[in-house]
């Protein structure tokens, strides 16, 4: 059984740096063509493809955030860790990370967190 | 890069079909045959629904089915049932950068 969970602060301030944990089970991250990706959804609105990183270790960002993302994982503990650098009100979003393979889809995903900017 | 283009909504009656487009460009659904589907019911993660623009997951039922057609593709739900009723969310690859988009959304709305 595949399963991932998202975990971090669920209140930050504007200008502070953001770091959310994705821990997964029932894959490995040291598994050829699997990945963790990291989506958000701001409230009442769109999905939006944030970061991705795949089992060798590979690291794809969304250009319009490129700058701010970084992602590390940590195989021994299934983990992946997006940090998301100067946060600001318009950052606030549910942020879910998913399991992605071969078919080019992301197909497991986590329950998602709350992330609020606010001072 | 923008989002794909999807329908504010839509809605069917029980028993109907109905079909939710999702218009890229040439650089990503146009060029790959990597748009998936994703379902999401109110407060819930997304559920993956089709894949590789027409296949579907184990689990998904056979009423859900997915097409493309140059730089648009399709999600069609035969028999809708009152349970269909959620977003429906597309999603491609495209290339180098960015490497994968969404679409706007969906409302599905089973009368």
């Known amino acids: 059984q595949i399963t991932l969970k998202e975990s971090g602060p669920t209140l930050v301030k504007p200008t502070q740096t953001l770091t959310l944990t994705c821990t997964f089970s029932?894959?490995?991250?040291?598994?050829?063509?699997?990945?963790v990706g990291w989506i958000r959804q701001p409230p009442g609105k769109a999905l939006e493809w944030l970061a991705l990183i795949f089992w060798d270790d590979d690291k794809r960002y969304s250009p319009s955030l490129k700058s701010r993302l970084t992602l590390t994982k940590d195989t021994s503990k299934n983990q992946v860790v997006l940090t998301m650098t100067n946060m600001d009100p318009v950052d606030t979003a549910t942020y879910y990370c998913a399991q992605y393979t071969s078919g080019w889809s992301f197909d497991y995903w986590g329950q998602g967190t709350l992330v609020t900017v606010s001072s | 890069q923008s989002a794909l283009t999807q329908p504010a909504s839509v809605s069917g009656s029980p028993g109907q079909s109905i079909t939710i487009s999702c218009t890229g460009t040439s650089s990503d659904v146009g060029s790959y045959n990597l748009v998936s589907w994703y379902q999401q019911h109110p407060g819930k993660a997304p559920k993956l629904m089709i894949y590789?623009?027409?296949k579907r997951p184990s689990g998904v039922s056979n009423r859900f089915s997915g097409s493309k057609s140059g730089n648009t593709a399709s999600l069609t739900i035969s028999g809708l049932q009152a349970e269909d009723e959620a977003d429906y969310y597309c999603?491609?690859?495209?290339?180098?950068?960015?490497?994968?988009?969404f679409g706007g959304g969906t409302k599905l709305t089973v009368l």
């Open positions: 029932g894959f490995s991250l040291t598994t050829s063509a699997v990945a």
């Open positions: 590789e623009v027409s």
């Open positions: 999603c491609s690859y495209a290339g180098s950068s960015p490497n994968w988009v």
